[in-house]
């Protein structure tokens, strides 16, 4: 499997952005789709977005559409999860996955990180 490290987490004031980082010391990541999940205490895991291999197709699930960017820079072999405009909804410890193919089903992924945790509040 895929070890994945997220990272960039941390406490922001509603309406602030923060940048999320997922890598894999040791593996080439150009081949695999990535996506971003959350999960919030008392909640399932949510899918957040995914990007593919390829870099053209990008995804975002409603609750983030408009204020979150996923992107990668294969060259740095790092898939980042910008995140704007953050609400206190968005509060979770937000996880990266990794599958040759993107999907909004967590247990199609095999390799995830440890995640990290995002705290929006004021």
């Known amino acids: 499997q895929v070890q994945l490290v997220e990272s960039g987490g941390g406490l922001v004031q509603p309406g602030g952005s923060l940048r999320l980082s997922c890598a894999a010391p040791?593996?080439?990541?150009?081949?695999?789709?990535i996506a971003w999940f959350r999960q919030a205490p008392g909640k399932e895991r949510e899918g957040v977005s995914c990007?593919?291999?390829?870099?053209?197709?990008?995804y975002y699930a409603d609750a983030v559409k408009g204020r979150f960017t996923v992107s990668r820079d294969n060259a740095k072999n790092t898939i980042y999860l910008q995140m704007s405009s953050l609400k206190p909804e968005d509060t979770a410890v937000y996880y990266c996955a990794a599958d040759l193919y993107c999907s909004w089903n967590g247990g199609d992924f095999g390799s995830w990180g440890q995640g990290t945790q995002v705290t929006v509040s004021s």
């Open positions: 990007v593919g291999s390829t870099n053209e197709n990008a």
């Open positions: 040791g593996y080439s990541l150009d081949i695999y789709s």
